[in-house]
C-alpha cells in the first residue's frame, strides 16, 4: 500500500482539497457535559 516497505506504517493522512460543497456540522453535545476543569492538587501545599 502507498509503496511503503514490511517494516513501515501509515500513522494518518493529511487531506488537501477544498469541499465541493458545504459541509454539514453534526450536533454537538454540551461542553459541561463531557468535560472537566482540572486543578492542581494542594494536599501538599501551595501549587506552583
Known amino acids: 500500500m502507498f509503496g511503503i ?9 493529511v487531506h488537501i ?3 465541493q460543497e458545504e459541509p454539514v456540522d453534526r450536533p454537538r ?4 457535559t463531557v468535560a472537566t ?3 492542581p492538587a494542594t ?3 501551595t501549587p506552583k
Open 5 to 13: 516497505g514490511e517494516n513501515e506504517q501509515v500513522v494518518g493522512f
Open 17 to 19: 482539497g477544498a469541499p
Open 29 to 32: 453535545p454540551d461542553v459541561e
Open 37 to 39: 476543569r482540572w486543578s
Open 43 to 45: 494536599t501538599q501545599g
